[in-house]
């Protein structure tokens, strides 16, 4: 079983002697740095790394918490392969645990994880992973043959709507029309979960207040469902059926409520990333017409592993060009040396995907918008690519996530020509713990001749 929490490394057990062994950072306020994260963390980790180097320190709530962020990939690897009992994955993501439930994938550490990680690899991998590629595809045809043409389209939007189409019919298997009808707003609600929200993870009494009272209503209405709908699957044949849920409950022994939190885990991680990153693609893509013919070209040649591979190679490229999530949290169970410093136990421990992603000496010209960094034999090495983590933490849905990008780009593009509806590019803001386009990505739409 997992071990007992780590207190955290926080102002009040720092003494004097660790804290000047700490790498450098801000003298500002907690509440200063925490507000600066929250609101302008790109802008602001490419500003503190540029003047306190590659390492470096922060104070952020709850109590002035250490939190140590890393910028190059050895760094960042050593983090990530270190043993489960060190770093602490599921501590570091504890401020998701009121959302996403305490049994979810991403909250838990050692025996707990593993568990629960085998259980579901057999469902995001081969056999079963292309069989949720055909229901993917007809969902994204559907979708695109109804988009609106010559006129401005919020592709956020549009995206954000279509990957829960897929979350709602493919990973939880609803297919009722009136069931799809009453979980759609409310499963929106829960995906608009505002930051303040998670702060009930450490201040439990809070669910007691509005608006964490009315998040908790949403939450138990959505659990309704869910519960109705996994009792209904256990009792079908569930060969016949190949959505997430039918595989889940096909090769792992889970209860209810294991179910029920890894089902809003892929729901909350899988949903507003990848139409995130889609709406990304289609910005640039809109701004790049030689790149735009080259995906089209790859649209439209359907059986082609080349085509395929392009196409994937514009939604990674989009991934680092825009990273979604800026950064993942660690805790330390036990004192760890990491960038030359020896990092006391309770320190948060932050690899940010964000400059690793846009720093010139690992991507030639990194604001620049180029799929074909993952082509070929010099494509980018997996330790400079990871919007989806790594080590044994890696993310379980990356190759859902791709795949589900790669289907919705193609029934897209085989379509539709894409043009900007301006030419200012698009700015970045925080929504919850993802950075999404600020104004929604409006492109222009045009049929295809």
Known sequence: MTSEPTPLLDSRTLDRRAARELPPGPRWPMAAQTAAFAVRRAQWLPALRARYGD??????????????????????????????????????????????????????DEDDHLRLRKQLMPAFHGRALRGYQGMVARIADAVAAAMPTE???????????????????????VTDSDRLARLRPLVGAVVEVN???????????????????????????????????????????????????????????????????????????????????????????????????????????????????YLEAVAKESLRLRPVIYQVGRRLTAPYEVADYRLPRGTTVMPAIGLVHADPTLYPDPHVFRPERFLGDDTVPSANWIPFGGGTRRCLGAGFSLMEATEILRAVLRRYDVRPQQNEPERQRLRNVTLVPAHGCHVILSVRT
């Open 55 to 108: 390492v470096f320190c922060l104070r952020l709530i709850p109590r002035g918490r250490v939190v140590v962020v890393l910028s190059r990939p050895d760094d960042i690897r050593a983090v990530f392969s270190a043993p489960t009992d060190v770093v602490h994955t599921g501590e570091g993501n504890t401020i998701m645990a009121a959302v996403m439930g305490e049994n979810s994938l991403m909250v838990l």
């Open 151 to 173: 006129q401005p389209v919020r592709m956020h939007e549009r995206m954000r709507a279509l990957t829960l189409e897929v979350i709602l019919q493919v990973v939880f298997g």
């Open 195 to 309: 930051p303040v929200i998670m702060l009930a993870a450490f201040y439990p009494r809070l669910m007691g207040y509005p608006p964490w009272r009315r998040y908790r209503r949403i939450q138990r209405e959505v659990d309704t469902i869910l519960f109705d709908e996994i009792a209904a699957r256990r009792r079908t044949d569930l060969e016949s059926r190949t959505d997430v849920l039918s595989q889940l409950l096909r090769t792992g022994t889970w209860s209810d409520a294991e179910l029920r939190d890894q089902l809003v885990t892929l729901l909350l991680a899988g949903h507003e990333t990848t139409a995130t990153a889609l709406a990304w693609a289609f910005h640039e893509l809109a701004r790049n017409p030689v790149v735009l013919r080259r995906a089209q070209a790859a649209a439209d040649d359907s059986d082609d592993e080349a085509g395929e591979a």
